[in-house]
């Protein structure tokens, strides 16, 4: 009798008109026309069940309908929750994301019927909830989603964790790595995770936290993921001590997080050992809240793209010099390795950003608002569809290194404009032709160059590979990492990640209580489904000021030149001038310091040995022994040259402007594929 009442409510909006229900159980239904008494309308219907109880016969509908069209009424009757449920169902397979006013331009578009958002609302929640199972229950489906996982995909890692709030068992947090995820990233991956977090957009406002890490491809390769209630000491710490429990500690491990308190100390906290490394952007956005200029600019961003420590150290003493608070900000508050002149060269990635985990984020966020069981499921599937796209590229790759990597290097050897000096057959010294620029040391027998590059990244740098091309009997890729060889590539996706039936058919468990969801704290406003945009986001609003006067655009009113000037005098009596802002300082965002001695952190030159400073001394040393008269009418112009030669701008463009405090516009490149800049610093 559903299905009827169904389809009674679908021929009802589709030949415009409403009806009254005069009786209805579950084995009859009587309606008769809504406009019976107003237009004399003579349609009626009666049906009811037979014998089988499954199916309902139309025993009397002998008149068709003499009333007047209900299209273009502001509220259609018989457009329940329920039909708007049938209808939005496919919808919202497709795309789950849909929200109920995209859903109700979409009734709205195929029905010609306007509908109250409301309803429209109410519709979706039974949609999702006869798709999706009910809300409540998910979280206790965990443990079966657990249960076949260890089932199809043994050895792998499902952590629940509950607490008791007012004797109900509700959950707190889980954390999920699958086993092919773990063998792939320890046998064909380089050492390195970027840890992140983003919220949920659905009913419970969690938190996704992932530990991503890089193939020889420079791909994504998605290992860990979790959620928890917020971003806390306690769930962070609780989420690298199973990383740790996964993967141990491997060699050269290095983690980069941002700048969040609580992902520090979880790190500092698990692996005190590993290489601590933090997103350059974070640190900018920090920076820029309290200083600004042209001289940070210039030399922040080169200071972190600096593969030497003498560059770095050019770059920093520039800042040191012009503005030694902001120096000083840095050391104190952001004194994790943010420069590429400090990274280790066992982990052989140079990123100095976050973006890898960024684009974890990116790639699963369409699916953030479904119910937690389906979502882990969910995000299973999509590593189970990615592992297998990239074993089939692995498939169809021959030859020592990557093709992608080999066609980057034979295409740098195009560009060159360097000069060999060989040493030995092993070492020789590289120079920009003309000898303008710096010079430096490549050991290819040691796989060197004094320029670090080499060892950082693990690909030759464009002096090593002058060297290279230079010899007869030497081939680019015999100096190539190991981590970018097609056999790494194909380790880290040989294993099979299992397909898994629906959560329909997942197996009992036998935990011996019901998980009740967590409690939900109450927001203002509407539910928020993008992040909060930083203050390095921030646009500009679109579109020219129009002028009250002339109603031209692009100037205020007390700039206006075209209008009256008796308009202009009356707006200034009502209005007033305008008022000029006070400029204030803005705080800058406050992160707890370490006070340990961790090797991870930056090292920074002594302000005593400062190469702009030891310049600036000796030079006022030489001014006192020559003495006389000419020190006086000279020193404000040596002063001047010296203050011109600390300002100037070191020859090391950026590899990604559009990230730091540039106002340039750049695109950069696709993110999806590759988190390495395309562009690097010309030494």
């Known amino acids: 009798m559903d299905v009827f009442r169904l389809a009674l409510s679908q021929h009802a909006v589709k030949r415009d008109f409403e009806y009254n229900t005069e009786k209805s159980t579950q084995r009859r239904l009587r309606a008769y026309c809504k406009r019976r008494d107003e237009d004399e309308c003579p349609w009626r219907i009666h049906a009811s069940t037979t014998a089988d109880r499954r199916t309902v016969m139309v025993k009397k509908n002998p008149f068709d309908h003499d009333c007047s069209s209900t299209k273009r009424k502001k509220k259609v009757k018989n457009a329940t929750k329920f039909w708007i449920c049938e209808k939005v169902k496919d919808w919202l397979i497709e795309d789950a994301t849909l929200g109920a006013m995209e859903l ?3 009734l709205k578009q195929h029905y010609k019927i306007k509908i109250h958002y409301k309803r429209v609302y109410m519709g979706k929640l039974l949609a ?3 798709l999706y199972g009910d809300w409540d229950s998910s979280f206790n489906n965990l443990y079966k989603f657990k249960a076949q996982v260890k089932s199809c995909c043994p050895n792998s890692i ?7 709030i007012n004797g109900k068992i509700r959950f707190r947090r889980i954390f999920v790595a699958l086993k092919p995820c773990i063998d792939g990233f320890l046998s064909g991956c380089r050492p390195y995770l970027a840890v992140d977090s983003t919220f949920m957009t659905g009913r419970f406002k969690g938190q996704l936290a992932s530990a991503t890490a890089v193939d020889g491809h420079n791909w994504m ?3 860990f993921f979790g959620v928890f209630d917020s971003e806390t000491n306690e769930n962070w710490i609780w989420f690298m001590q199973l990383l740790r429990q996964a993967i141990g500690s491997p060699t050269g491990l290095a983690i980069c997080t941002d700048a969040g308190q609580a992902v520090m100390i979880g790190v500092k906290e698990v692996f005190p050992e590993a290489e601590h490394r933090e997103c350059m952007f974070h640190l900018v956005s920090n920076f820029k809240k309290k ?7 210039d030399h922040l961003w080169a200071a972190a793209y600096s593969w030497n420590p003498y560059i770095f150290d ?11 608070a902001a120096t000083a900000y840095i050391r104190k508050w952001h004194n994790r390795l943010w420069s590429r002149s400090q990274f280790s060269t066992i982990c052989k990635v140079d990123y100095v950003t976050n973006n890898l985990a960024e684009c974890f984020n990116n790639w699963i966020k369409h699916y953030k608002s479904l119910n937690l069981d389906d979502f882990l499921d969910k995000a299973r599937q999509l590593i189970m569809i990615l592992w297998n796209d990239r074993r089939k590229v692995a498939k169809k790759l021959d030859g020592l290194i990557l093709p992608h ?13 360097l000069e060999v000096v060989e040493c030995s057959e092993e070492v020789a010294e590289v120079v920009a032709l003309g000898g303008s620029s710096f010079r430096f040391v490549v050991n290819v027998q040691d796989r060197t160059c004094s320029c670090r590059q080499w060892q950082v990244c693990g690909l030759p740098c464009k002096h090593a590979l002058a060297f290279i091309t230079s010899l007869s009997d030497a081939h680019i890729k015999n100096y190539v990492d190991l981590y970018y060889s097609t056999g790494k590539f194909r380790a880290s996706y040989s294993n099979l990640i299992p397909a898994m039936p629906d959560k329909s058919q997942w197996p009992e468990s036998d935990h011996g209580f019901f998980m009740h969801p967590p409690l939900l704290k109450a927001t203002a406003g509407r539910p928020k489904t993008e992040r909060y945009k930083g203050c390095s986001d921030k646009k500009r609003k679109k579109g020219k000021h129009l002028c009250p006067i002339c109603k031209d655009y692009g100037h205020h009113w007390h700039n206006c030149k075209k209008g009256n000037p008796d308009d202009i005098a009356a707006m200034l009596a009502i209005r007033e001038p305008p008022k000029k802002r006070a400029k204030t300082s803005k705080t800058a965002l406050s992160i707890v310091p370490y006070e340990d001695g961790a090797p991870t952190r ?4 002594p302000p005593s040995q400062s190469l702009e400073t030891t310049t600036k001394k000796k030079r006022e040393h030489d001014n006192t022994e020559s003495g006389g008269s000419k020190r006086s009418k000279t020193g404000s112009i040596k002063k001047a040259k010296t203050k011109k030669k600390v300002a100037e701008k070191i020859p090391v463009p950026l590899d990604n402007p559009a990230m730091g405090t540039r106002s340039r516009k750049f695109n950069p490149p696709n993110p999806a594929i590759s988190t390495r800049s395309k562009r690097r610093p010309s030494l």
């Open 104 to 106: 109700w331009q979409k």
């Open 128 to 130: 999702l909830k006869q």
């Open 158 to 164: 499902v952590q629940i964790d509950h607490h008791t």
């Open 221 to 223: 390769y998605p290992v």
């Open 291 to 297: 200083f600004t200029g042209k001289v940070f600019d």
């Open 314 to 324: 050019k770059n920093w003493a520039t800042m040191v010099a012009v503005k030694p």
């Open 405 to 417: 990597i080999m066609k980057k290097l034979n295409a740098m050897t195009r560009a060159f404009n």
């Open 602 to 605: 930056m090292l920074f030159p």
